[in-house]
């Protein structure tokens, strides 16, 4: 672990992780979001995008979430714009979320994050079908919300992990 | 209370208007610049438009790129399962297969009677547009159960061609970009397609539903006739958007006989393995004539041909007689116009001639008295050389030589 964190080239590659991790996960043809169980999916870029602006909002630039949400809607085929704006919604919730913690809990935030992937995902909803007429299960939806606040204690412990342990960044958590 | 929404204000405000360390932007910025690229994308806008193009050129390549491991790995586990079931395959496959040579002969024939009476109904479609592409992602989203290909406008494909996986149906083409186009599966929720269920001869639309499942909607017949056998689900050909017949996938009639809205339809293809695919448009065949026939028609056109020629001519000759027609009363206006000329001009003439002839006359009377003035003039002058008298051997007054002496002054002409 100390070699790693004393190589540079390594610590800057590292650096990185998140926003590569966010492009892969857009770009990449392996979607947690849909997985091809019936009962089983979730949204790995909300977790990062919460996750990250929350504890550690230098490591993803707004604009590269702006940028993957555009490109997230290309690959989906959803209009173009929409995940940027929900991605961006989830951040200014995780903004507003830091600004008011004075002693931060993952109980806390993961209530929150469940308020606002609810919200977001409501506005989704409402704007694919009635603007756009895409026809969506809602049972999907509730399966994916579920599945994604439950998967968040994983993701931000494994993410804290990451950051404490490998990164060197004792204040992530 | 009123510290809280104070808080709360600056709390919202520093979240969405500060730009945090490293960042270019503030949060509400780029949160409008994607309202206003919904907006506009909603409204078709141009700028908008060739943007999200660029955009698709660049993600659906990167896209591949990015998911080449991936597919590496998925790739080299079904390269080791299936070589694993080699041997079960083969022996599965060799039974398939001398089942299969048996019916083959007898679809040969049902599909040449089959496109015999299509022809006859005229609803017989041939590929006209054929294209083979590859499947550049197939990312398999809630919102659009889609493949991006690698063919695009260049290639010649258009929106609403027909995507064939070894001849079943998967999908039709939604989505037009340069060098890429999307296909959106059937197995999609908004992917609506008109079946037909055989046998039975059922009409329904077909709805995607899950990965490898579609179900049913709005079947005109929901008790099906006594058969208990699985049943084909084909393409009917209604609305006109695929052609009829294309194989899609099998429903296993359960024991109660019945259809009802929920069955499911399995597809033939695994969607998850697509690799290769055939884009293609149908268009109508143009009827094919043999030999008799063909020169049937062309006699008949020949016939057509001239019955067209001698209408023309008949026409020209008909717009000739008109004009004839037109030049001949007007001649004979002239005519009749030139005849009372004529009578007018002769009843002129006999009067002028007339009139010469009295002048002439008179003319002559003129003469005559002044010839006659004029011997007698002479008569007195020299009527005593030519009077014959005792002296003068001269003629006999009265006569034509003493007239003739007078006017020769008084000389005797002999004979």
Known sequence: MDKIKKNNITQYILKYIPIILLFISVLNEFDFNNLGLIYFSFNFSYILIFYYSLKKSESLGYIYIFIAGLFNDVVVGTPIGISSLMYLLLCGAAAYLRNITLRPSLIKDSIFFLITILIINSLLFMYLNFVFNYELNYFDQIINITYTYLLYFLFAKLFNFFEINILGNRHAG | METSRDDFVIALRSAFLKKGTQQRF??????????????????????????????????YRSSFIVSGPENFLENSYLIVSSHLKLYEENKKNVAELSSLRRKDLSQKINILENIKYKKLIDDYFIGDNEAVAKVLIDKQSPFLRSIIINKGSKNNIELGMVVLDEGYLIGKIVEVNFFTSRVLLISDINSKIPVSLQPG????????KDKQEGVLQYIRDKNLPEINEEMQVLTSGAGGIFKSGIPIGIIEVGEDLEINENKMVKFHRDFSQLKYVKVVSY??????????????????????????????????????????????VKIQKENDFLRNE???????????????????????????????MKFLKMNLYYGHKCRKNFINNGYKVGTAEYRKCVLNKGLKVNG
């Open chain 2, 26 to 59: 503030s949060l509400l910025s780029l949160i409008f610049f994607s309202i206003i690229f919904l907006i506009l994308g909603s409204f078709n806008f141009k700028a908008i438009n060739y943007l999200e193009k660029t955009i698709k050129e660049i993600v």
């Open chain 2, 201 to 208: 001869d059922i009409q329904g639309i077909m709805s995607g």
């Open chain 2, 283 to 328: 268009t109508k065949e143009k009827k094919v004539l043999d030999q008799s026939s063909k020169n049937e028609s062309e006699t008949l056109e020949n016939e057509i041909k001239d019955t067209n020629q001698q209408q023309e001519t008949l026409r020209i000759l008909i717009e000739q007689k008109k004009i004839a027609d037109e030049i001949r």
């Open chain 2, 342 to 372: 004529r009578i007018g001009l002769k009843k002129e003439n006999d009067f002028l001639k007339n009139k010469v002839l009295t002048e002439k006359k008179i003319n002559q009377k003129n003469k005559i008295q002044d010839e006659e």
